[in-house]
């Protein structure tokens, strides 16, 4: 039980209680608490489940992964408890993202909360990318022309979705279509879901419910893994220009209404 013993202490540090005030919360003593930390005899079921409760954290996680390299933004809100949520730093303390590679994309939908298969990921650091937590994902078809197929995208977590921006691009995972990567209109307020569109008109958009939307990461950069045509350049260029246009056109229609 070496790892529930590191996990009370880390926890109870981030909350920055000391054994005492965190035994009041639990309704325990003080003693136990010391006890638990030092690994001299293990909680009990009513504990854990106390424990759980309190810091909001499932028990699985409290007795099966180490906690103590996590900070509070380590942790996403789902439902009334929170769900650990790897953040990786190396040596010198700096974030690192996970890169999902081609071949793993189909399970992610599957593993997507499991501490265990996020850590197994490959990892890189990008010292440029803004603050947030940030995890590259790789892009397939010509859905969203002129993003190649082959290319990764790298997002930031979003977690609360006042922040989603309509005419933005977001990797979304989907109960019901997996992993995609599109523009996206906002209509939570109107209708409770979100349109997904395409850049490549020949593909029609639709809405998923946004209850239905496990993660979401706001596109921050690109990496491509095939040099660009002077062809596909000049078609990119005209593309571009007239996706600009169509949003401004969108703004321009809402603002007249």
């Known amino acids: 039980m070496i790892i529930i013993a590191k996990n009370i202490k880390h926890l ?8 005492e005030a965190l035994a009041e919360e639990l309704s325990i003593t003080r003693s136990r608490i010391g006890s638990y930390e030092e690994n001299r ?13 309190y810091f909001k954290i499932p028990i699985d996680i409290l007795l099966r992964n180490d906690l103590t390299k996590s900070k509070d933004s380590s942790f996403i809100e789902i439902g009334n408890q929170r769900v650990l949520f ?11 993202i996970e890169v999902v590679p081609v071949k793993a994309s189909a399970g992610y939908l599957a593993g997507y909360d ?3 298969y996020i850590e197994q ?6 010292p440029f990318l803004p603050t947030g937590k940030h995890r590259a994902f790789p892009i397939k078809g010509d859905s969203m022309l002129p ?4 290319s990764f995208v790298i997002g930031r977590f979003i977690e609360d979705r006042q922040e989603i921006k309509t ?7 989907t109960l019901n279509d997996g992993m995609v990567y599109k523009r996206v209109m906002n209509n939570i307020d109107l209708n409770g879901s979100l349109l997904l569109i395409s850049d490549n008109k020949l593909y029609h958009g639709y809405s998923v419910p946004i209850n239905e939307v496990l993660e979401l990461w706001e596109f921050t950069c690109s990496i491509n893994t095939q ?4 062809e596909e350049l000049k078609i990119s260029s005209i593309l571009s220009m007239f996706n600009d246009l169509g949003v401004e056109l969108k703004a321009l229609e809402k603002h007249l209404k």
């Open 12 to 19: 109870r540090s981030l909350k920055k209680l000391s054994q």
């Open 114 to 116: 499991d501490p265990e």
């Open 167 to 173: 005419g933005k691009t977001y990797v979304l995972v």
């Open 227 to 230: 040099e660009y045509s002077e």
């Open 121 to 126: 990921l490959q990892k890189i650091k990008l």
């Open 41 to 53: 005899s293990a909680p009990t079921i009513e504990v854990l489940i106390k424990l759980s409760d």
């Open 147 to 150: 993003m190649k197929d082959g």
């Open 86 to 96: 790897p953040i990786t730093v190396d040596d010198n303390n700096d974030n690192l």
